[in-house]
């Protein structure tokens, strides 16, 4: 592998240039495909649910899809462990690569897999499984893609590169709820919930093919010093040296790992279980509001080159946490389609400041030899913990008649991520000085 060359001075080079934008949408594009794949489950539960959870109430069969969903979660810690180790001992571009081949399997096996009907309780034994390997997968390729987008964008605009991350992360989003959106057009609901569903998970194990011959071609940003050096990809030697960068990372990371889900994969079961949207008109009123939010990954980065990366995470805690509640409150109520996604789409700027910069911020906390395993495994625990148990804490507070209860748990865990942002410091540990 060639490590990418970093120049002495800046203004970069047009060839620089060129090779480390080219990197960054390599990069970012079979990250779009990884969550394609991984989210795909979240938009296409309410159609699978009967056929793996064979119960009469609608809301239980999404609190068992939504335990699976959330048992994905549980293998982030692992999944950012072995691929952040990995990506510090042997190479950004290793990990990526085993990563998105990871994803490809757990996304064919969904597509393949009998029903209850077919062979009882094992099926959704096996769509744990499937749900647990796409957890391993998509755990490690956080931290790994956001640590490669970083060492590779350009100084001084690397809140606005790195932003790309979540731009395609939103993206792959998107592209699930576009994926069921064009299949609500030309199937029944019927056939959607006998074998329609199975498509989305197929397509996304054929576009993982795609993605791995793109990131074949990435250059490696390490070099072999870094790779050899002593602690590289050691958990004891972080806990021991970056304890307090560990903490700062998991504190601002649960609360916005939280507030993430319940507005993008949680908001469509919101709308139509608690808002009572038509399950089409969600899907349309989710897809407009996930495309804004896309497109303002990039202007929330950029803000940050010119106000710092600790001020964004300021503005996303304070508002953050005088938004939720009023914002959730309203949407109860609303009848409008129109004014439903205006809201989303508000509450989702908010969540901007946090997400074009969250991969940057942990980067910078971290030295090269122990920065992708600082940045996933950091960033898997807190998100597992939080994120992944967003949509059961919902439900199940629903089921029990405390629905609201929620809004306020969300609430006082962006008090906690102010808080958290508090400590960051005003000038970044590291990589600030590399060019």
């Not at 996304?107 to 096996?126: D, K, Q, R």
């Not at 507070?397 to 809004?407: A, C, P, Q």
């Amino acid at each position: 592998m060639s490590a990418i060359p970093i120049s002495t001075a800046t203004p970069y080079s047009f060839e620089e240039k060129r090779k480390r934008i080219f990197a960054i949408v390599a990069a970012s594009s079979g990250n779009l495909v990884e969550w394609f794949d991984f989210y795909i489950y979240a938009f296409c539960a309410i159609y699978f649910a009967p056929a793996f959870f064979p119960k009469s109430d609608p809301t239980a069969q999404l609190l068992n899809t939504a335990g699976v969903f959330a048992a994905g979660f549980l293998m982030r810690p692992i999944g950012g462990w072995l691929f952040g180790r990995l990506a510090d001992r042997k190479g950004r571009k290793t990990s990526m690569v085993v990563s998105v081949m990871m994803m490809c399997a757990g996304s064919l096996l969904i597509a393949c897999l009998p029903t209850y009907a077919s062979i009882g309780a094992m099926a959704p034994v096996l769509l744990l499984t499937a749900r647990l390997l796409q957890g391993l997968s998509v755990g490690g390729e956080y931290g790994t893609t956001a640590t490669y987008m970083s060492e590779v964008a350009m100084r001084g605009q690397r809140g606005f590169f790195s932003s790309f991350q979540y731009v395609t992360l939103i993206g792959g989003q998107l592209l699930a709820v576009l994926v069921v959106v064009v299949l609500q057009q030309f199937l029944s609901d019927a056939e959607l919930k006998s074998w329609g569903w199975r498509i989305p998970f197929l397509l996304g194990a054929c576009t993982a093919v795609v993605a791995l011959m793109l990131r074949r071609t990435l250059h490696e940003t390490t070099t072999a010093q870094t790779r050899s050096a002593k602690g590289a990809g050691s958990v004891a030697e972080l806990v021991k040296n970056h304890k307090r960068a560990l903490l700062v990372v998991l504190g601002y990371t649960a609360g916005g790992s939280l507030i993430f889900y319940t507005f993008t994969t949680y908001m469509q079961k919101y709308l139509v279980n608690t808002v009572h949207l038509p399950i089409k008109t969600a899907s349309y009123v989710m897809t407009g509001a996930l495309f804004v939010y896309m497109c303002m990954q990039p202007v929330f980065g950029a803000l940050s080159d010119r106000i710092g990366r600790r001020n964004n995470m300021l503005l996303f805690g304070g508002l953050g946490m005088l938004m939720v509640v009023p914002i959730l409150t309203t949407l109860q109520s609303v009848t409008s389609p129109l004014l439903a996604g205006v809201l989303i789409t508000v509450a989702l700027a908010v969540v901007s400041f946090y997400t074009s910069v969250g991969g940057i911020v942990k980067a910078e906390m971290f030295p090269p030899e122990e920065r992708a395993l600082g940045v996933g495994l950091s960033y898997a625990v807190g998100n597992a913990i939080f994120g992944g148990s967003a949509e059961y804490v919902a439900l199940g507070l629903k089921s029990m008649g405390y629905e609201s209860t929620f809004y306020w748990y969300v609430t006082g865990m962006m008090v906690l991520a102010f808080a958290v942002s508090l400590l960051l410091p005003r000038q970044a540990t590291y990589l600030h000085d590399d060019h």
